[in-house]
């Protein structure tokens, strides 16, 4: 994995998110894991082709998730409707814009699929060998993890 790929790619989903949060943002212990140590309640992965192959993956637990909504929308979730999700969804479409365009700027030849769900389970069997780089971001909203494996072509 490149360094070259993984700090345009985290600068800009922080600066994503300290936008949408109104707030700043604080990093926590940067680490290596596999998949299987992925541990959330919601993981959203932007998967990226191009000079490399890979992705990130956005994760955060139930509580996060429901305060990122509140703030995004003005509204006062309980639960993770619909509505939620779709805010949720939206946060990470915006973050796979601005990282898209972050890495190409640089000269860089990448391209973004449409961000997608992801279980435990298929983070677990997917790539269970995959290196994936790890930063904790602790918000006002709760912790929100930010996951970058890059594989290079």
């Known amino acids: 994995m490149r360094y070259e790929y993984i700090e345009p790619l985290l600068i800009s989903t922080m600066k994503v998110l300290a936008n949408v949060m109104q707030s700043e943002l604080r990093m926590g212990d940067v680490s290596l894991i596999r998949p299987a140590e992925i541990k959330s309640d919601i993981a959203v992965i932007i998967k990226l082709e191009g000079d490399s192959t890979g992705g ?17 929308t003005g509204e006062k979730f309980k639960t993770l409707t619909p509505l939620a999700l779709d805010a949720i969804s939206e946060l990470t479409n915006m973050i796979a ?22 279980t435990k389970e298929e983070m677990i069997t997917g790539a269970p060998w995959l290196e994936i780089f790890q930063v904790p971001l602790l918000t006002r909203c709760g912790e929100i993890k930010i996951n970058i494996a890059m594989r290079t072509n």
């Open 56 to 72: 990130i993956i956005v994760n955060m637990g139930r509580e996060t998730a429901l305060n990122i909504c509140n703030v995004m």
């Open 97 to 118: 814009g601005n990282a898209t365009s972050a890495i190409n700027d640089l000269g860089f030849d990448f391209k973004i699929l449409p961000p997608s769900s992801l």
